[in-house]
Structure formats: structure tokens, C-alpha cells
């Protein structure tokens, strides 16, 4: 094993856009359990950082159901299988009648780029609305439309629109303001029509048209 500084490589030598979380002082993990992580001494924290376990960290029941399928098939979802349906069907019984279409993905940057496809074969347009700061995953496409990331890197495209995030603690309406909802809700407005203006294709749900939108695509 190695110490957390023996680590190799710390520091990249080939690129100095390769960097390490927190590097002064780098956080060695080795273990976690529900909501904590637990480094190479012993040292226990509280986990408020990862989205990734959502019942915990290394949740019996999901650890057991994951082994149980591992040992049966583990393939992509192109064939037909019944924990698909099954799981799918269980899902469905959560959510409103209209949400019935199920697609199984391996991340949350897979479902986001496939969410973008999705909106633009719908729509036929390209153009996005992001909140600010909001980071969407990894792959190029997202990047493109994660303020978060994008500011570091090639900075904004002309199809990506910024709307403020609605924080009513350090935002531009805060707790004090008599309807923050309403006001942050204005700003997107704002944004569409800005972008519109500029001649930018950004439809909004009262002046989208299905059936004009698919029959562009064709
Ligand atoms: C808000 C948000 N969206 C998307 C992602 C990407 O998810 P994944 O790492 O599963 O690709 C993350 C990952 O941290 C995230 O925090």
C-alpha cells in the first residue's frame, strides 16, 4: 500500500491540468459504510461530498444484489431481461402515469448527454438554458454547458445560455426579496429572450410546436 504523499504520481508531470483533490494535503480513503468514509488511519468522515450512493456507502442489500447479478450476467442492455422490466416496472409505479419510458445508464453524464440528445431531436434545436455554477458531468458535451467548468476551460459557446442560480442565500434575491421564486423564475425569461434576440433558437413550453419542431428534423 501507499501513504496518502506517497500516492504516485501527486503532481501530473505531463500536464498541470492534472491535478489532485485538496493537494497540500491529500485525502487518502480506504473504506466507507453508510454515511461515512473512513481513511487509511482509521479516521472517520462525515460523507456531505459524493452523489454517487444515494442509500449509503456500500449498502448491504445493494452490495449483496450487485454480487447476486454478477455471478448470473453482466452485459449491456441490449437483450431483453427480466430484472430490466421488472426494475422498470417498479419504477413506473413511483413516478406520474406519463413518465413510462425507461432507459438504463451507467452515469449521471451518460443520462445528461443522452438528455441533451434527446431535447434536440425533440426540439431541432441546439441551444441550451443552464443554471450558473451547475457542473452536468465529464464528457465534452456536458462540459460545454457546466458554468462550472467551461469558465476554466474554452469558455462559454454562443448556444449556451447562463441563467443566475435561484440562492436565496447569496444570490441576487435573497430571503429579504417578497418573491424570490417568481424573480429568479423573470431571470430565465430574461435569458430566453436575450437569446432569442441574438437570433439563438430557445423555444419555451408556450411557444414550442411538436409538430413544426419534428417535421424540421426530417
Ligand atoms: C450534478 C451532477 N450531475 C452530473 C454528474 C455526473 O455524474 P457521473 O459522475 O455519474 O458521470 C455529477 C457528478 O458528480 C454531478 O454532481
Redesign the pocket.
Known amino acids: 500500500t501507499f501513504s496518502k504523499h506517497g500516492c504516485p504520481p501527486l503532481v501530473c508531470p505531463h500536464s498541470s491540468s492534472c491535478r489532485l483533490f485538496f493537494p497540500e494535503d491529500p485525502v487518502k480513503i480506504v473504506r466507507g459504510q453508510g454515511q461515512y468514509l473512513y481513511d487509511e488511519q482509521g479516521g472517520e468522515y462525515i460523507d456531505c461530498i459524493n ?2 450512493a444515494h442509500v449509503g456507502h456500500c449498502h448491504p442489500l445493494v452490495v449483496q444484489a450487485a454480487h447476486e447479478q454478477n455471478q448470473v450476467l453482466n452485459t449491456n442492455s441490449r437483450y431483453l431481461h427480466d430484472n430490466i422490466v421488472d426494475y422498470a416496472q417498479r419504477l413506473s409505479e413511483t413516478l406520474p402515469e406519463k413518465l413510462c419510458v425507461f432507459y438504463f445508464l451507467n ?4 443520462a ?1 448527454d443522452l438528455a441533451l440528445r434527446l431535447a434536440r431531436q425533440y426540439t431541432g434545436h441546439q441551444d441550451v438554458v443552464v443554471l450558473d455554477h ?5 464528457l465534452s458535451s456536458l462540459i460545454d454547458i457546466s458554468p462550472y467548468k467551461f469558465r476554466y476551460l474554452d469558455g462559454q459557446k454562443e448556444w449556451v445560455h447562463v441563467a443566475p442560480l435561484p440562492d436565496t442565500y447569496r444570490g441576487p434575491y435573497r430571503e429579504d426579496h417578497p418573491n424570490p421564486a417568481v424573480a429568479y423564475a423573470n431571470e430565465v425569461k430574461r435569458v430566453v429572450s436575450n437569446a432569442q434576440e441574438k437570433g439563438r433558437k430557445v423555444t419555451t413550453p408556450s411557444t414550442f410546436n411538436p409538430s413544426t419542431a419534428r417535421e424540421k428534423k426530417k
Open positions: 452523489n454517487v452515469s449521471g453524464s451518460e445528461n451547475a457542473y452536468h458531468g465529464h
